[in-house]
């Protein structure tokens, strides 16, 4: 609570987007499928992800550079709080962020714009949880990599622009080139993008996306498992 661009930054950002983009585009209310708007189909899944990835790629990581950097975990290491309990405490505090992150992005959008619940609530529900591991699992890559609080939110943003860019933050992925949305689907921002989409008309959601957003979760924990560093 006391760092408040820690929570200015995932919570406001997305909402950010969000009007930006709900207010520029003609056609926001318009049902693409029974229940279900341009807004609902484009915007929201995009919203979702990005309050995710704000504070899985960019937050946890900061945090996690600056323990190492004043020697806490070192400290916490000759104590019984083991440093793998602070880890455990920091992303159970990241996740109540981005349960709050989501809920006021979501209150935003159907108070104002009209936004409608995803047809296959469950399916969302795990694709949520998914894009939270895949996410975190591209943070803790960040951590292990980044020698200090400074490089790690550097890293952390080169991280999230280049993955959100790819995976319809500034428009469709459909209006980029046919590579980039043939990379954009395997990457874990453009995955989760992708299923929740899925979610939101009540389709099944692509076995890709799922071997996606897993891969990104075993990668990150493996290479934070060989590079990362209590001190």
Not at 26 to 53: A, C
């Amino acid at each position: 609570m006391r760092d408040t661009a820690g929570l200015i930054v995932p919570l406001g950002m997305p909402l950010l987007i969000l009007a930006m983009q709900a207010i520029s585009f003609d056609d926001v209310r318009q049902e693409m499928s029974e229940g279900i708007t341009v807004l609902d189909f484009y915007l929201l899944p995009v919203v979702v992800t990005m309050v995710v990835s704000t504070i899985a790629v960019i937050n946890m990581p900061s945090f996690l550079a600056t323990y190492r950097k004043t020697k806490l975990l070192r400290r916490l290491a000759v104590t019984p709080a083991s440093p793998a309990m602070v880890l455990v405490a920091q992303m159970v505090v990241s996740f109540l962020q981005v349960i709050l992150g989501i809920t006021l992005a979501y209150a935003v959008a159907m108070a104002f714009f009209g936004a409608n619940l995803p047809h296959h609530r469950l399916t969302a529900l795990g694709v949520l949880l998914a894009t939270c591991a895949a996410l975190y699992g591209v943070g803790m890559i960040v951590a292990s990599v980044a020698p200090t609080p400074n490089s790690s939110v550097a890293i952390g943003l080169l991280a999230f622009f280049g993955l959100a860019a790819l995976g319809g933050m500034f428009g469709p992925v459909q209006n980029l080139p046919e590579a980039l949305q043939q990379l954009s689907s395997w990457l874990p921002f453009g995955a989760a993008v992708e299923a929740f989409q899925s979610a939101w008309i009540g389709e099944p959601v692509q076995a890709q996306r799922w071997l996606v957003l897993a891969g990104a979760a075993v990668l990150g924990a493996g290479v934070a498992g060989v590079l990362f560093r209590w001190d």
